[in-house]
Nanobody, 120 residues
Framework: QVQLVESGGGLVQAGGSLGLSCTAS????????MGWYRQAPGKQRELVAA???????DYADSVKGRFTIARDSAKNTVYLQMSSLKPEDTAVYYC??????????????WGQGTQVTVSS
């Protein structure tokens, strides 16, 4: 089993900054990709940012230049630094990890979600 534990989030005023972190643990052989998704009320879950094992990154157009994703592979941890936050960034943010378990079977797991609220 693989578990993802998220931390960070909360309430911030527009223009402010917040950081999220997510650590994966359990029966992990390797992690190929870690990322953050978000889901606002009444909307579909969408990719915010992701980073591969080769440190290649992918960002949603709406967050480019404002959010930065980083990964510490030794700690199986991914970070999301969010700045210049806007009210439309308000959502539940979910961590996602894809990789291989110690049994060499593929896995994809989600964190429990953390609320980010940006007030105007």
């Amino acid at each position: 089993q693989v578990q993802l534990v998220e931390s960070g989030g909360g309430l911030v005023q527009a223009g402010g900054s917040l950081g999220l972190s997510c650590t994966a643990s359990g029966s992990i052989f390797s992690i190929n990709r870690m990322g953050w998704y978000r889901q606002a009320p009444g909307k579909q879950r969408e990719l915010v940012a992701a980073v591969t094992s080769g440190t290649s990154t992918d960002y949603a157009d709406s967050v480019k230049g404002r959010f930065t994703i980083a990964r510490d592979s030794a700690k199986n941890t991914v970070y999301l630094q969010m700045s210049s936050l806007k009210p439309e960034d308000t959502a539940v943010y979910y961590c996602n990890a894809k990789g291989l378990s110690t049994g060499l079977g593929p896995f994809e797991h989600w964190g429990q979600g953390t609320q980010v609220t940006v007030s105007s």
